[in-house]
């Protein structure tokens, strides 16, 4: 816009000029518009567990000694703790990330080892849902060059939806391979798929696939806009396929370490 030359005559260039005051404007109102309902989105997510709590903490005070009471109010208060702590993670790392904040120190990491401590990390919640979780991942895979701590993040997300957007019954697989150059990281999933005009956005900001039924899951929206903002930091690639009623594969597409490509210098 700015380089853009007047269209050529004196109403040409009248015409130009209120055409860039007018998308100013609508820029300006979509970004004020965007705040409103980023504030309007967090206040009511953060609200509504913050509610269930001070109800379940007074149905704490009342209990008495009924050990059921007491239990299930502890499960739901320690449940809706734990999602209101998700948000508030999601969220100050997405703020890290949007300020460019998030920098990753990548070291070289061996895998197998990265792989089996996420899967362990999923396990207890895989069992409590009733999914089978199975690690396919063999143990001389090649190294990356990762930041771990942040490339958790990405993990922990793919694999927490494929035990989430899943039902009892089901299955969800975390598998590596490797070829010359790449190693590619999959979390396939037998949970409710997704359709294609979904699969085209999930990777956008707060985007949720529209539930109906019963089984509504909560959620923000964050967690795959992170996950792939973060695997890009990492120069890789992350890739879905997916179909509804049928299960998805994420895949992280990574860089193997250039020193372990065969014939490439060493560092
Ligand atoms: P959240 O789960 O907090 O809503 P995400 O960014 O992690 O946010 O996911 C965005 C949306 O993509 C989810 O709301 C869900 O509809 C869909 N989704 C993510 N992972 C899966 C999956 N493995 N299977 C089916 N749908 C999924």
Redesign the pocket.
Known sequence: WATAQPLGGEGGANAFGTLVVLHDATREHLARQAGNDFVAHVSHELKSPLNVIGMYGEMLEDAGDDPTLRVEAINVIRDEVERMTSLVNNLLNVSKLEMGNMRPERHRVKLDELLRDAYQQAATRADAAGIALTLDVPRDIGAVAIDKDMFRISLN?LLN??I???AAGGSVTLSAQEDDTDVVISVR?S????APE?QAR?LEKF???R?TGPAQ?G???????LANQIIELHHGRLTLK?ELGR??V?SIHLKKMPELVEGANVL
């Open positions: 997300n939806n494929a989430k957007y899943n999933d949970g409710i798929g997704m979904d999930v985007y949720r696939v539930e899951r959620g923000h929206g964050l967690g795959l806009y997916s299960g998805s994420f």
